[in-house]
T-cell receptor
Framework: QKEVEQDPGPLSVPEGAIVSLNCTYS??????FMWYRQYSRKGPELLMY????GNKEDGRFTAQVDKSSKYISLFIRDSQPSDSATYLC??????????FGRGTSLIVHP | GAGVSQSPRYKVAKRGQDVALRCDPI?????LFWYQQALGQGPEFLTY????????KSGLPSDRFFAERPEGSVSTLKIQRTQQEDSAVYLC??????????????FGPGTRLLVL
């Protein structure tokens, strides 16, 4: 079993939909929880990060962490075709080295 | 301002050839990371520098992989005697300071390596 599990998708939704992206993990030492967006043939771009449990909101994006269930989520409201990309979760503990999920491919169609 | 740049963007190598991949981090960034991203997978950590010191190379898959950052800015990842399994995208990332208290890393566009 990998330390971080993420469904590769693809997840296809209509424009304007609320999107839910998720990761599960097994290592309880993880404390930092990050979401990256990666467009085709580009490097990952950090969207948000949270420390420990709870919610964090930034515009149309909301990140949730449930440490008791070892489950993290990223919600995208009012999704746009420009949100079509691969979304990677990344987790780290006391070190600087993140462990990435394999990414979920999101397609938002007009 | 300028982000992280990598060169070349694409590299085709014959099996057994040596390759060198370059990373120019954001100016002033102390920490530099190299990752390997296979098709359909997330980035996998290779090695980490703080300034010119290579503090962690635990992710390098074999002794054919070597990285350096001699002056604490530009870094080079070298792969000797390339094998087909080395085909992947090699990503470089930099951050202003090190440590888990600042997990923000800025990634370059990657070098896509294909070994024939």
């Amino acid at each position: 079993q990998k330390e971080v599990e993420q469904d590769p998708g693809p997840l296809s939704v209509p424009e304007g939909a609320i999107v839910s992206l998720n990761c599960t993990y097994s290592n309880s030492a993880f404390q930092y929880f990050m979401w990256y967006r990666q467009y085709s043939r580009k490097g990952p771009e950090l969207l948000m990060y949270t420390y420990s449990s709870g919610n964090k909101e930034d515009g149309r994006f909301t990140a949730q962490v449930d440490k008791s269930s070892k489950y993290i989520s990223l919600f995208i409201r009012d999704s746009q075709p420009s949100d079509s990309a691969t979304y990677l979760c990344a987790l780290s503990g006391g070190s600087y080295i993140p462990t990435f999920g394999r990414g979920t491919s999101l397609i938002v169609h007009p | 301002g300028a982000g992280v740049s990598q060169s070349p963007r694409y590299k085709v190598a014959k099996r057994g050839q040596d390759v060198a991949l370059r990373c120019d981090p954001i100016s002033g960034h102390v920490s530099l990371f190299w990752y390997q991203q296979a098709l359909g997978q997330g980035p996998e950590f290779l090695t980490y520098f703080q300034n010119e010191a290579q503090l962690d190379k635990s992710g390098l898959p074999s002794d054919r992989f070597f990285a350096e950052r001699p002056e604490g800015s530009v870094s080079t990842l070298k792969i000797q005697r390339t094998q087909q399994e080395d085909s992947a995208v090699y990503l470089c990332a930099s951050s202003f300071i090190g440590g888990a208290s600042n997990p923000t890393q800025y990634f370059g566009p990657g070098t896509r390596l294909l070994v024939l």
